[in-house]
């Protein structure tokens, strides 16, 4: 960090200027599983809304659809309605929990590697890298004049940036709408005016968090990393500096002139010089380190050069570290990967996983409810009976027309029909057309002899013509005046 | 306290100067782009005090140099759905109205709209929920003095009941039996029990037995000869459950003595028809509605039609129910 002179500049006393980072391009085991993490996680997202899944005629054939305007999730087999929201919700604690299960397990391994605000930093220092070249080129370029080479790489270097920004931002809205159509519509300047916006403001979020402000977002906006600080514990894996085998530094000339005082690190900086945050690992876990592991890499191919175990920079947990120090043996990985810890979060996590999928393969997909017209309660019909009114709502949640059928159980004498059929050919039941995923709406009659209690329930069923099983029922009052007279 | 700032060792931060119980706190220099945006916030707002109302006067507030208002606002809105909404107006008005239900469609945005006209001209009587009070007729029910069509309900509407100086108004008046001398006092008695009885309130009676008599001479040009009432005069039927202003013996009796003369303004001469024929199909809706004979096929074979794309029902054999409707009523 700073030194103390510099703190009291004057300058410094009110705001810090960002320090530029330029990483140094690294290969190595953990680059490379970047590099995969990358490929797969951009996959999903870019290829995602292009799935199709066939649904018939009457739902859309996109696998993984949130249709706003209908207010409807579709996700592969699995369609959701407003009122099953729960499973979103469920869906989303499983992701929390999830996350802290991995960070309890393996600290921020979220953050090193499928976090988008660290793929896309990652993936446009790749871009930056090809374009301004190396770290050290990139120093140059950044403190050179500006003149027409400049220019002309700044201009490619945000050009490309942008269009990554445009395609990230692009295929967000894909998932809202039906994929190819939205594409036609947007490039022929057909979409909606939110599909544009959206698409505005992901390009400009993705072009500045990714190319300008990069750990930035991590240290000062993100709170993750303050909530992972308090999931992990001295079990989690966390990328380590083993200071009780590199201290004191020693480049490998001096080591050579003093054999025996000088520890491992041979102070090359090679694991600052990769590190995407700009932090120095050597000076211990910080909040910067988002544990990508890329100066494990660097500081392992250096310790191979100069003939010298791997391993200086490590993924140890904190316990490790400490039996390490006294020269005893790692604790055996299943033993820190088995713990109350995980493996209460991994029964949570795996318990609302399977009411969730229990939940699913139970629901019925149709539905009723009843609203009773509160004004009026009931009215007297000219031939002494009694009418009540309700307004039905019939769910129909599959993808198919159905007919259903209202019938009603309880109220003796009773009769009922719609606002499209008639009294006097009414009976115990009526049948009702609802389109396909959709809710049908009646509006039901039901008239009884006048001489009954003031306050009855009894109940209104619904049933699907074509699936007897599928049936629901509701219950309500229907309502007499207390004694005529 | 300013001599006690530190520079913190394991940050390389200073500290601000202050100690609680030995808490110190860091003075972390903020990132210059949250300046930034600290800056580009009061610039914004700035800018929209100067475009919107904001600041609030004694009596006022200013106005914004956009001139921008929610009420504006609210105005446009109406308006641009008042636009929306006027062919549908046209439609209604250009639509006989006796083909009405063969457009469930237009016949729907009818009912909401008069739903909305109803709770602004006609809850002052007929109540929130359309139940009337005494005097008030309810109209849900499917008891209808001047007749319970589209076509009837909506010359009612524009014509009124009983309007003074109107010659096309619904009107009728019954005699004030006992104020004019008609008949004695016993024998009002007398047809109030025989009227009870048509109704069922009461058992036969001598008294009723005498007031039968005294109905058939009195009553029946308009009640009919089965007492079950007469359209074309407002003439209520007295056999059913169904009464204007009550079967007790108290307010038969008045009603006899000195008669009824409910009256309903016309509202041809205050609205539009458009809000006419909404609120025509709204009353015919509550329950109470009563076919029109002649559009009978026509009825059908649209709702055949529009079975497939809205949510249509049928009451099981519904077309030999839509045929057999009128006679009953
Ligand atoms: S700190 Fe936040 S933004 Fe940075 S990598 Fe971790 S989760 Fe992502
Ligand atoms: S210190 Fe190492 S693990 Fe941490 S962010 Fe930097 S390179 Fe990645």
Same mark, same amino acid.
């Given at each position: 960090m700073s030194n103390p002179e510099e703190i009291f500049d004057p300058q410094l006393q009110l705001y810090e200027k960002r320090k530029g980072v330029y990483p140094k391009a690294v290969d190595g085991t953990f680059r490379r599983l970047k590099w995969v993490i990358m490929a797969v996680t951009l996959g999903i997202y870019y290829i995602t809304p292009w799935i199709r899944w066939d649904r018939?005629?009457?739902?859309?054939?996109?696998?993984?659809?949130?249709?706003l305007a209908n207010r409807r999730f579709f996700m592969f087999g699995i369609e959701i309605w407003p009122h099953e929201f729960y499973y979103v919700a469920g869906m989303l604690v499983m992701a929390g929990i999830g996350l802290f299960l991995v960070t309890s397990a393996v600290g921020r391994a979220w953050c090193g590697y499928s976090c988008p605000q660290t793929v896309w930093t990652d993936l446009f220092q790749h871009v930056e890298r090809a374009i301004d070249g190396d770290r050290n080129a990139q120093f140059r370029l950044q403190d050179a004049p500006w003149g027409p080479k400049k220019i002309a790489k700044r201009l490619s270097k945000w050009t490309i940036w942008l269009l990554l920004s445009v395609a990230t931002g692009g295929a967000w809205i894909f998932y809202f709408a039906d994929a190819p159509t939205l594409a036609r519509d947007f490039f022929t300047g057909e979409a909606a005016f939110v599909a544009y916006a959206t698409v505005g403001v992901l390009t400009a979020t993705t072009f500045i968090f990714g190319g300008f402000m990069r750990e930035q977002v991590c240290i000062y906006m993100c709170p993750w990393p303050r909530i992972q600080a308090a999931m992990m514990d001295e079990n989690s894996l966390t990328v380590t500096y083993k200071d009780w085998r590199g201290e004191p530094r020693g480049s490998v000339k001096k080591a050579q002139a003093q054999?025996?005082?000088?520890?491992?690190?041979?102070?090359?900086?090679q694991c600052v010089a990769v590190c995407p945050t700009g932090i120095d690992i050597r000076e211990g876990p910080q909040i910067g380190c988002i544990t990508c592991a890329l100066c494990i890499d660097a500081c392992d191919n250096v310790m191979d050069q100069v003939g010298r175990p791997r391993g200086l920079i490590d993924y140890v947990t904190e316990e490790d570290a400490e039996r390490e120090k006294l020269g005893q043996p790692h604790t055996p990985v299943l033993k820190t990967l088995f713990r109350p810890r995980t493996i209460l979060y991994f029964s949570a996590w795996g318990a609302i996983g399977l009411a969730m999928l229990f939940a699913v393969g139970n629901r019925t997909r149709i539905d009723i409810s009843a609203n009773h017209d509160r004004n009026p309660l009931y009215v007297q019909l000219a031939d002494g009976d009694v009418r009540n009114a309700y307004t039905v709502n019939l769910r129909n949640m599959e993808n198919r027309p159905r007919e259903m059928e209202i019938s009603m159980s309880g109220l003796h004498g009773a009769v009922l029909w719609t606002n499209e059929g008639l009294r006097e050919t009414a009976g115990q039941n009526v049948l009702v057309k609802v389109p396909a995923d959709s809710v049908g709406r009646v509006r039901l009659f039901v008239a009884a002899p006048g001489d009954g209690p003031a306050r009855k329930e009894f109940k209104l069923t619904v049933q699907a013509k074509d699936d007897r099983t599928a049936q629901d029922t509701h219950d309500v009052f229907f309502e007499r005046p207390e004694i005529a007279e | 306290m300013v001599d006690k700032q530190r520079v913190d060792e394991a940050t390389g931060t200073k500290t601000v100067g202050h100690e609680w119980d030995g808490i110190e706190e860091l003075d972390t220099p903020m990132p210059r782009w949250w300046l930034w945006t600290l800056y580009a916030t009061i610039i914004w707002g700035i800018i929209y005090v100067i475009l919107y109302p904001a600041w609030p006067l004694v009596? =006022?507030? /200013? #106005?914004?140099? &956009?001139?921008?208002s929610s009420r504006g606002e609210y105005e446009k809105s109406v308006a641009a759905r008042e636009v929306e909404l006027e062919p549908i107006r046209q439609a209604l008005v250009s639509t006989d109205i006796r083909k009405l239900s063969g457009s469930p469609e237009l016949l729907q945005a009818a009912i909401e709209g008069g739903r909305s006209a109803f709770k602004v001209h006609c809850v002052q009587c007929h109540g929130a929920g359309a139940a009337g009070s005494k005097g008030y007729?309810? &109209?849900?029910?499917? #008891?209808?003095l001047w007749g319970g069509d589209m076509e009837a309900i909506e010359y009612t509407l524009i014509h009124g009941i009983r309007n003074p100086d109107h010659p096309d108004t619904r009107f009728s008046q019954m005699p004030a039996f006992g104020r004019d001398g008609i008949l004695q006092p016993n024998e009002i008695q007398d047809v109030v029990s025989h009227v009870r009885v048509l109704s069922g309130r009461e058992q036969p009676s001598a008294s009723s037995a005498r007031g039968a008599v005294l109905f058939e001479a009195n009553? /029946?040009?308009?009640?009919g000869n089965d007492a079950k009432g007469d359209r074309t005069q407002g003439a209520p039927n007295l056999t059913d459950a169904i009464s204007l202003y009550g079967l007790d013996r108290a307010s038969l009796t008045e009603t006899v003595t000195n008669s009824r003369y409910g009256v309903m303004p016309r509202w041809g001469q205050r609205l539009d028809p458009a809000t006419i024929r909404m609120l025509t199909a709204y009353v015919h809706s509550l329950g109470g509605g009563e076919t029109l004979p002649a559009v009978e096929e026509l009825n059908e074979e649209t709702l055949e039609q529009v079975n497939g794309d809205a949510v249509t029902n049928e009451? #099981?054999? =519904?077309?030999t129910a839509r045929s057999g409707q009128d006679e009953q009523s």
């Open positions: 018939g005629p009457y739902a859309p054939d996109q696998a993984v659809l949130v249709d054999p025996g005082s000088f520890g491992d690190c041979i102070d090359c900086n | 009596n =006022s507030a /200013t #106005e914004g140099v &956009l001139g921008w007729p309810n &109209l849900n029910d499917d #008891e209808w009553c /029946t040009i308009c009640h009451a #099981e054999q =519904s077309n």
